[in-house]
T-cell receptor
């Protein structure tokens, strides 16, 4: 019930390509779905987030697509750049406490 | 710098020793969270505070772990009698209370138990 499943575990994309990372959850009580970007040796940094009453949110090259009925959401990185190479985590927030349940992470490598 | 600050950044300790980490949240944030991240995994929730009250503890937080947030400002996480399995990155995050209030993470403390 508390798990968030993320795929793929790793992803290699050519510069300029589209990177797509998928997540699925079970608990319908989650009220907020952020994506975090993490570089080696650093803490996670918020990239973009969405609430379940919205089906899509776009910020620059980053887009979240949200399918409430399927309990799935995905991150799309358009025009991927080598600087996007990092580990990406989806998460789901438990409303009352605000604690985050994270996916297992996706290591993205963008080749120049 | 108004971000979340953690100290130390790295800690190497011998098995059986006690260690303490500190987290200074963003000043106006009333919620503070501790997470643990092992290599290749996502962060896992340990505990959280609202102001000075510790409101939830994960089952991951064994009796050897204790966290405090005196006066609702900085927080400390202490691990007693460290074990090799405690080796991980310990992350602190803070946020305001409320729907869709984003959590900001610190840089983490990397603990290595030898």
């Amino acid at each position: 019930q508390q798990q968030v499943k993320q795929s793929p575990q790793s992803l290699i994309v050519q510069k300029g390509g589209i990177s797509i990372i998928n997540c699925a959850y079970e608990n319908t009580a989650f009220d907020y779905f952020p994506w975090y970007q993490q570089f080696p040796g650093k803490g996670p940094a918020l990239l973009i987030a969405i609430r379940p009453d919205v089906s899509e949110k776009k910020e620059g090259r980053f887009t979240i697509s949200f399918n409430k009925s399927a309990k799935q959401f995905s991150l799309h990185i358009m025009d991927s750049q080598p600087g996007d190479s990092a580990t990406y985590f989806c998460a789901a927030r438990s409303g009352n406490t605000g604690k985050l349940i994270f996916g297992q992470g996706t290591t993205l490598q963008v080749k120049p | 710098d108004t971000g979340v600050s953690q100290d130390p950044r790295h800690k190497i300790t011998k098995r059986g020793q006690n260690v303490t980490f500190r987290c200074d949240p963003i000043s106006e944030h009333n919620r503070l969270y501790w997470y643990r991240q092992t290599l290749g995994q996502g962060p896992e929730f340990l505990t959280y505070f609202q102001n000075e009250a510790q409101l939830e503890k994960s089952r991951l937080l064994s009796d050897r772990f204790s966290a405090e947030r005196p006066k609702g400002s900085f927080s400390t996480l202490e691990i007693q009698r460290t074990e090799q399995g405690d080796s991980a990155m310990y992350l602190c995050a803070s946020s305001l209370e409320g729907v869709a209030k984003e959590a900001f993470f610190g840089q983490g403390t990397r603990l290595t138990v030898v």
